[in-house]
């Protein structure tokens, strides 16, 4: 059963930032979370806004609890305002469904983490993150429709 290690963590972390830096993107912060919903990794650069931290982990954690990316989420909380207004208030406002909520896979397909990024467009802040994911040689999840 593979986990999601702290050194992929840091590699999706730090690949994910140093993206945005090619790609001219605004400050980001990006939270990796393990498949727990656990803090594995939290770096913000510097010039993020306040709520910058809180915003990447309830894409990341929304994505895990939803077991949905973001795209999909998104897709979802358009044709269901309804539901997502009450799971926005059962998560205690942990869930923001957006692209930049990215799901984790190992090789073999099994679910390992999520990560969150926020600070720029959301199409921006989530192809960060699949950049800083794939350079971790894991899979990432957008769910962007084939």
Do not use: N
């Amino acid at each position: 059963m593979p986990k999601l290690s702290l050194a992929q963590a840091d590699i999706i972390a730090d690949e994910t930032l140093k993206w945005a830096g090619e790609i001219k993107a605004k400050p980001l912060t990006v939270v990796v979370l393990d498949d727990g919903g656990h803090y594995k990794v939290v770096k913000r650069q510097d010039g993020c806004g306040l709520l910058r931290t809180e915003i990447a982990r309830a894409k990341a954690w929304g994505v895990l609890g939803m077991g949905q990316a973001g795209r999909e989420l998104a897709r979802r909380a358009q044709s269901m305002p309804v539901f997502f207004s009450g799971l926005a208030a059962i998560s205690g406002g942990k869930l923001v469904p957006l692209p930049g909520g990215v799901l984790i896979y190992a090789p073999d397909g099994e679910l390992v983490g999520s990560v969150g990024v926020s600070g720029d467009l959301s199409e921006i802040d989530e192809e960060c993150a699949v950049h800083g994911v794939k350079a971790a040689g894991l899979v990432p999840e957008t769910g962007e429709e084939a």
